[in-house]
């Protein structure tokens, strides 16, 4: 696909492109996904003006029923009743074919509070709304926290004429900034600016090509690259023999 976008695909031998993650991350969106939390068509049971609590509606995305709600502490962590249960549906549906992983599905569910005695607000119509909000709640940067966003391209030329092979490397490394105590993501810097621009050239008239189009084209990569830069969000390059 890139290959192809970028119209290096007869030459490239091998075309790679990869996301870094923390450990886990992707399985554990994908056991997400299959208990449903991903679905973004309205539920009945958040359509009722009693608003269900958090737990109540996990019960009904796992098919748990009359379970008691009461767990033990071991070592401050409350564990059995309810814990165990959630466990046993989620290997028993096959979201996890292994318990430690059933586990840390669970440890992930009470970290976001899907598990709680709380009542859902009335904004959330579905289950992705549900967990979105969740996400939103407990997974935001806090005041001493920062984020980096890390972008490395790396392309191994090979000539014809016997000439050594050649490393290029591009890197953008920017880190969330706060300025007059206000803080601004490096996620938001460098996805806000760039559409940003994209807008700008658009009322410039700078942009002669219609429709939903890639940055792939002169006219947009070169002067978004530069007001990039201007900007202070500037890609590293360099040569290696």
């Known amino acids: 696909m890139y290959g192809d976008l970028y119209g290096i695909s007869k030459?490239?031998?091998?075309?790679?492109?990869?996301?870094?993650r923390y450990e886990g991350f992707s399985e554990i969106?994908?056991?997400l996904a299959k208990i449903g939390f991903f679905d973004a068509e309205n539920h009945p049971l958040l359509q009722e003006t009693d608003r269900p609590t958090y737990r109540i509606f996990l019960n009904d995305l796992l098919d748990v029923n009359n379970v008691s709600t009461s767990n033990t502490k071991v070592n401050g962590e409350?564990?059995?009743?309810?814990?165990d249960e959630l466990i046993s549906?989620?290997?028993?549906?096959?979201?996890?074919?292994?318990?430690?992983?059933?586990?840390?599905?669970?440890k992930t569910i009470k970290f976001l509070g899907l598990h709680e005695e709380t009542q859902i607000p009335k904004d959330c119509s579905s289950?992705?709304?549900?967990?979105?909000?969740?996400?939103?709640?407990?997974?935001?940067y806090g005041h001493n926290e920062q984020d980096m966003v890390l972008l490395h391209h790396e392309v191994e030329v090979e000539?014809?004429?016997?000439r050594p092979t050649e490393k290029h490397q591009a890197t953008l490394l920017e880190f969330g900034k706060t300025e007059n105590g206000r803080p601004t993501t490096a996620m938001a810097l460098t996805v806000g600016v760039p559409?940003?621009?994209?807008?700008?050239?658009?009322l410039q008239n700078k942009v002669q090509r219609?429709?939903?189009i890639r940055p792939l084209e002169p006219e947009i990569y070169i002067p978004a690259l530069e007001i990039l830069e201007a900007s202070g969000i500037k890609l590293i390059e360099r040569v290696e023999t």
Do not use: N, W
């Open 195 to 202: 559409a940003a621009i994209g807008a700008l050239l658009l």
């Open 11 to 20: 030459e490239a031998s091998t075309v790679y492109r990869s996301t870094l």
């Open 127 to 140: 289950a992705f709304t549900v967990i979105c909000q969740r996400m939103e709640q407990r997974m935001a």
């Open 159 to 162: 000539y014809p004429d016997g």
């Open 210 to 212: 219609k429709g939903v």
């Open 78 to 83: 409350e564990t059995g009743g309810h814990d």
């Open 89 to 106: 549906r989620l290997m028993m549906l096959g979201h996890c074919k292994e318990k430690e992983l059933a586990v840390k599905i669970l």
């Open 29 to 31: 969106m994908a056991i």
